[in-house]
């Protein structure tokens, strides 16, 4: 089966249903042979997360190793794989090679989130509510390097702390690592010292999903009500700076991710699979909301070096491609296109904001007839849950529920 392909206008929330508008449609098309580019290995462990190995931003070269993080199993893993030599398609038409694995280590907990400090050091997020850092060496090795215990944990009335919780998210501007949990608590922590040099312990009444840099000394989050915060470390106090949410709705967020050319354009995916795009010099509303998957959005990011393309996994087993690159002065391809048709009802999402449109993205444009999404579902016979992915040059990975890695290096060919 190939990959399904839809185009979407941009700035229209849909929902399936009945068409009530035939102007607004979801084209469903073959989309080449990008699933049988894709080398899939099974690790005998659900991949909770997976991340590429960084490479020099001035290198042509492709990444060659990724890092992934198991759950819910006996004793889980922070593994290294290398992806080997692929030699291509072969004859029966399935992508040969196969991705290696280099070394692993146990991880106390399961792995919640995970990310690179720097080409050697991984760090961790545990559901125990430690921080760790692995040093990865040689190809051959891993190592804990630090080890933050009980970084998130529930306060007591009668005792200083009592019951370690989960620590949901990290974010890493080296030297410096910022963690967030379900105790609602913001640590700062430097990678050489053994204390925090932050730690706000009232952050959020609720959970915190996520988190992620926005510049080198603020840092924004998303909670289980909705909210999406920005915090200055600049500032002692322990309120946010700004706080933008969904109007009258608490719908929790579990993703988050910034454009990494205009900083002020942040996506964030919801538990009921919504897509929101922010402008954040704007008002405390998204610009858009885009019904995407029919679960849980665990993950959402921008391509790092062509942002027009933004990657989105579900807990509803599918795994999008989203591609706003078209040109948005041409008509539409799907309305000229033949092909089978499903319809959707649609309505329009709340008023925009006014833009500054000589510094808008693909992302932004308030007038939906402008522009439009084209998504590629790259998984379409997934059937449990996508927990995970990263994109860097031509290469994605992902993980999933089915104890399985899925890698191409071939993404936009």
Request: hydrophobic fraction near 35%.
């Amino acid at each position: 089966m190939k990959p399904i392909r839809l185009f979407l206008l941009m700035g229209i929330r849909t929902t399936v249903n009945q068409c009530e508008d035939p102007r607004l449609q979801w084209l469903f098309s073959s989309a080449g042979d990008m699933e049988d580019s894709f080398n899939v290995k099974f690790v005998s462990q659900k991949i909770s997360k997976t991340r590429w190995r960084p490479v020099a931003s001035s290198s042509l070269q492709q990444p060659q190793v990724f890092v992934t993080g198991s759950w819910d199993n006996e004793e889980n893993k922070v593994s290294v794989w290398s992806t080997g030599e692929f030699e291509g398609v072969g004859p029966d038409g399935q992508y040969e090679g196969d991705h290696q694995l280099l070394c692993d280590i146990g991880h106390n907990g399961d792995v919640l989130d995970m990310q690179f400090l720097d080409h050697e050091r991984i760090v961790t997020a545990s559901s125990t509510g430690s921080v760790t850092i692995f040093r990865h060496q040689n190809n051959q090795t891993l190592s804990i390097n630090q080890k933050w215990e009980r970084a998130h944990h529930h306060l007591g009335n009668d005792s200083p702390a009592y019951g370690s919780a989960p620590c949901t998210g990290v974010a890493c501007n080296n030297p410096e690592i910022v963690t967030v949990g379900e105790d609602g608590r913001i640590n700062l922590f430097r990678a050489d010292n053994k204390e925090a040099l932050r730690t706000v312990d009232n952050a959020d009444s609720s959970t915190i999903h996520a988190v992620t840099f926005l510049r080198a000394t603020e840092i924004l989050t998303v909670n289980s009500i909705g909210q999406l915060k920005l915090w200055d470390f600049r500032q002692q106090g322990t309120e946010p700076s700004q706080i933008f949410s969904v109007s009258g709705e608490r719908v929790p967020l579990h993703c988050i991710d910034r454009h990494p050319n205009q900083q002020h354009i942040v996506t964030t995916g919801g538990q009921d699979g919504m897509l929101s795009v922010w402008d954040l010099r704007q008002a405390a509303l998204p610009l858009s909301l885009l019904k995407a998957h029919k679960a849980e959005m665990w993950e959402v990011h921008f391509h790092p070096s062509n942002p027009n393309h933004l990657f989105t996994c579900s807990e509803d087993g599918s795994l999008w491609h989203w591609d706003a690159s078209s040109d948005i002065s041409e008509k539409p391809s799907f309305l000229q296109t033949g092909g089978r048709n499903a319809t959707h009802m649609s309505r329009s999402s709340m008023q925009q904001p006014n833009i500054n449109q000589s510094s808008t993205s693909a992302w932004n444009i308030n007038d939906p007839t402008k522009s439009r999404f084209e998504i590629t579902n790259l998984l379409p016979n997934q059937s449990l849950s996508v927990n995970s992915l990263d994109v860097l040059g031509q290469c994605l990975v992902c993980g999933t529920d089915t104890e399985a890695i899925y890698v191409t290096r071939q993404l936009f060919s």
